[in-house]
């Protein structure tokens, strides 16, 4: 079946300018998280999206970042005035709930801000 | 702060010898996970262990958990060049819930000469 999905595979920016980052989890999966990665690092935890709930946005990084699902299904990663420091690989993941605590990763859209 | 810490940060081993990472956290845990990671694109998940487990394998692979040292250890038998990746470490906090955020360390490269 199909995988976590995420577009574009690869955006390039300039400084200032507004990104959207899309992430199509595998269908039934009624939980969603985004991550980030920077060159060398480990994955740095964004925000989490379970059904209904209100989502947990403790790891977004500043204002600017933003998320939302719509639907339980696809989400968008929005950042806004982006910054060079912005310059990483967004993870998205999807799994299925319901304590099934296996996340399952799409191939990530790697964003570079000139 | 960094929760997962694994080592050594890299690794290079000929192919058909065991390769070994440790892992260590901070705090108390549901669950850790270990993943692997090519060419800095997405995550696939290779093994879960529970808190009350304290070894686990899966083919080639054999994961053990020490909860009294905040440890664990990921074992690779008779690697393959195709065994060539980053591998993570994630803890799924206690406390925090079934299915919430993840938490990774920075990652071991491994090596695998052919």
């Known amino acids: 079946g199909a995988g976590v999905s995420q577009s574009p595979s690869n955006k390039v920016t300039e400084k200032g300018k507004d990104v959207e980052l899309r992430c199509d989890p595998i269908s039934g999966h009624t939980a969603l998280y985004w991550y980030r990665q920077s060159l060398g690092q480990g994955l740095e935890f964004l925000i989490y999206f379970q059904g209904n709930s209100a989502p947990d946005k403790s790891g977004l990084p500043s204002d600017r970042f933003s998320a939302e699902r719509t639907g339980g299904s696809v989400s968008t990663l929005t950042i806004q005035r982006t910054q060079q420091e912005d310059s990483a690989v967004y993870l998205c993941?999807?799994?299925?709930?319901?304590?099934?605590?296996?996340?399952?990763f799409g191939p990530g859209t790697r964003l570079l801000v000139l | 702060s960094q929760q997962g810490e694994e080592d050594p940060q890299a690794l290079s081993i000929q192919e058909g010898e065991n390769a070994t990472m440790n892992c260590s956290y901070k705090?108390?845990?549901?669950?850790l996970q270990w993943y692997r990671q090519n060419s800095g694109r997405g995550l696939v998940h290779l093994i879960l262990i529970r808190s009350n487990e304290r070894e686990k394998h899966s083919g080639r692979l054999r994961v053990t958990l020490d909860t009294s040292k905040k440890s664990s250890s990921l074992l690779i038998t008779a690697s393959r060049a195709a065994d060539t990746a980053s591998y993570f470490c994630a803890t799924d906090e206690f406390g925090t819930g079934a299915n919430s955020k993840l938490t990774f360390g920075k990652g071991i490269t491994l090596s695998v000469r052919p």
């Open positions: 993941a999807s799994s299925l709930g319901q304590d099934q605590e296996t996340q399952y």
């Open positions: 705090t108390s845990i549901n669950n």
